[in-house]
């Protein structure tokens, strides 16, 4: 367990769990939900932010070809 932390918090400071605005670029007219924002719905019971997500999550990948 330790050494799971211990890579989440390297990769931290490496910069892996950096972001671009590329999508921001693509839909500049589409607001993205923020995390603060989704976590305060959910918590509150708003189901909708909830079935969104898992709705447009890709299917498991099959490793039988």
């Avoid at 939900?33 to 498991?60: K, M």
Wanted: charged share 30%; proline share 6%.
């Amino acid at each position: 367990m330790e050494k799971i932390l211990l890579g989440r918090v390297l990769g931290f400071l490496e910069g892996a769990f950096d972001v671009s605005d590329e999508w921001n670029k693509l839909l500049p007219e589409y607001k993205f939900t923020g995390a603060e924002e989704f976590l305060t719905d959910a918590w509150r019971g708003n189901i909708v932010s909830l079935q969104i997500v898992y709705r447009f999550r890709p299917p498991p990948r099959c490793a039988i070809k």
